[in-house]
């Protein structure tokens, strides 16, 4: 595919480049705080890992080339999401805070058995490296969503974030009653499992009608095929 990432000089997006031109895509538009870079030819998928100031030109270059998007942008408010959902009327948009298989495997182990828990204390404990912006994660909201997704009689669950080293990204779920305690753990060990998922998904995206989908609908769609 032809495609083009925004952020692409951060250190995710050097990853998602590396492992998309490894499996022989092209990358025809580029762009950063500094300015973009485009060839003649349009981008079929667009990809975004960068900050939420990013969004507004994000939607602009996605509308312009028609081009689909996978985004992983974390520290998004309501007007971001308002705009992406517009754009979802034209294109496919993937939108997830996490594009790790395991993450997302894990929202849906919550989603479907917290309710089980709804007497027990919860809280999420997450880590990642010094240079993160936004607190608590995007990572940290969806497992916390998921569980009052399935559980509306929880009355809290506290996220409790580190910023530390150079750690990628650890997320723990705690569950505890007076005589036992249950976790969920998942660790990413690189920058890499990331970029996997944002191949996956724009490969979801190349064949897509629009709409607005999550990493999970990428997933369900894998296990179908």
């Known amino acids: 595919m032809n495609y083009g990432i925004i952020g692409y000089s951060g250190r995710m997006g050097r990853e998602i480049m590396s492992l998309f031109d490894i499996n022989g895509h092209t990358s025809v538009l580029l762009a950063d705080e500094h300015g973009i870079q485009a060839h003649n030819e349009h981008p079929q998928v667009i990809i975004n890992f960068a900050l939420p100031a990013s969004i507004d030109n994000t939607v602009e270059l996605c509308a312009e080339h028609g081009a689909s998007?996978?985004?992983?942008?974390?520290?998004?408010?309501?007007?971001?999401?308002?705009?992406?959902?517009?754009?979802?009327?034209?294109?496919?948009v993937i939108q997830s805070y996490n594009f790790a298989t395991g993450i997302n495997v894990l929202k849906i182990i919550l989603r479907e058995f917290s309710a089980m828990f709804s007497d027990w204390d919860s809280e999420i404990v997450e880590i990642h490296h010094n240079k993160k912006k936004d607190a608590p994660s995007g990572t940290a909201i969806l497992l916390r969503d998921a569980i009052f997704a399935g559980d509306d009689k929880r009355k809290g669950c506290d996220i409790h974030s580190l910023r530390i080293g150079g750690v990628p990204g650890d997320h723990t779920v705690e569950f505890?009653?007076?005589?036992?305690?249950?976790?969920?753990?998942?660790?990413?060990?690189?920058?890499?499992?990331?970029?996997?998922?944002a191949l996956k998904a724009a490969e979801f995206a190349l064949d897509a009608k629009p709409g607005f989908f999550s990493y999970e609908d990428v997933l369900k769609q894998l296990i179908k095929t």
Do not use: M, P
């Open 176 to 197: 505890s009653n007076d005589g036992e305690v249950l976790s969920f753990s998942h660790r990413a060990i690189s920058r890499t499992v990331f970029a996997l998922g």
């Open 69 to 92: 998007l996978v985004i992983g942008t974390t520290g998004l408010k309501e007007d971001h999401l308002e705009k992406l959902k517009k754009l979802s009327e034209n294109v496919a």
